[in-house]
């Protein structure tokens, strides 16, 4: 068996380490769900909980797609397929072990975030699928304003905004991030405190401070898990997950930061900075 687990460490659970079928999922609602550019799931079967199953919620992301998350610090937990077949699709940032299989390609990218370059050799896949029932579910544009970004979780119960460009936005592979993602790495715009703003939910997002750190937590909305910006303490700046917004951020990711941290079966074959940790 292969171990996982969430970020606070409440639920854990074991998978078959017979893995297979890793890709990058590009579609809308992996986006929102895990807050990164792109969800990198496989398939394995046999989940386990070996603890803390009474903090799985659940949410229908779609009919007959069902997402879990842990109600304490957010993170995007396996699932369990509903045809029946014993399938687990397992979000891979959550892997305490390496599940021994690589990504065989990326999917979904007609929904492919605007500012996320594809630079691998992978095969990309439009759909996931040789029909048009593999497409993802269209869903209603976002109103757009002139100077204003906006954003929201998977399900629309949180929404925000903020205006002009972010003062940075950086790609990061540390375990933390890993794992409150699901995902490969986060991707995390920071935006001055006076220029985000709440227009609907704000009473519906837990926020979780990680206790081994000194700074580091999730926000994420209370029924569809979906992390969403996350104040600093004094409130001058927002941590932005760039997988929550609804148009390009504003600026380009700087670089990967904690690379020496970086998941075992991702490799960044982008063009830009990396350090192993924090970079002075």
Not at 56 to 67: A, D, I, Q
Not at 129 to 144: C, F, K, L, T
Not at 180 to 190: I, P, R, S
Not at 233 to 262: C, R, T, W
Request: charged content about 20%.
């Amino acid at each position: 068996m292969a171990n996982g687990s969430c970020l606070c460490g409440t639920v854990k659970f074991s998978v078959s380490d017979k893995a297979s079928n890793m890709t990058h999922c590009h579609c809308s609602m992996c986006r929102k769900i895990h807050g990164s550019l792109f969800a990198t799931y496989y398939n394995s079967s046999e989940l386990i909980f070996t603890a803390g199953e009474d903090a799985v919620k659940t949410y229908e992301s779609s009919p007959g797609f069902v997402r879990s998350f842990c109600n304490r610090c957010g993170s995007t937990l396996p699932e369990r397929s509903t045809e029946g077949d014993g399938q687990v699709y397992v979000p891979a940032g959550l892997m305490d072990d390496d599940p021994g299989v690589r990504p065989e390609g990326h999917i979904f990218t007609e929904s492919k975030a605007e500012c996320y370059h594809i630079t691998d050799t992978l095969p990309q896949h439009q759909h996931y699928g040789d029909n048009d029932q593999s497409r993802v579910i269209d869903v209603p544009a976002p109103v757009e304003k002139d100077g204003v970004v906006t954003g929201g979780c998977q399900c629309g119960a949180v929404n925000f905004e903020y205006a002009g460009a972010p003062s940075m936005m950086m790609n990061c592979h540390c375990s933390r991030c890993r794992k409150v993602k699901g995902a490969a790495h986060a991707t995390n715009a920071f935006v001055p405190g006076d220029k985000l703003s709440w227009t609907s939910g704000e009473d519906n997002i837990t926020n979780y401070a990680h206790e081994s750190a000194k700074v580091f937590g999730n926000s994420f909305c209370n029924t569809c898990g979906s992390s969403v910006p996350r104040a600093r303490a004094d409130g001058s700046m927002y941590n932005v997950p760039a997988g929550s917004l609804n148009q390009a951020p504003g600026v380009e990711a700087k670089g990967h930061i904690f690379i020496g941290s970086k998941a075992p079966w991702f490799e960044v074959t982008e063009d830009k900075p990396q350090w192993d940790e924090m970079p002075t």
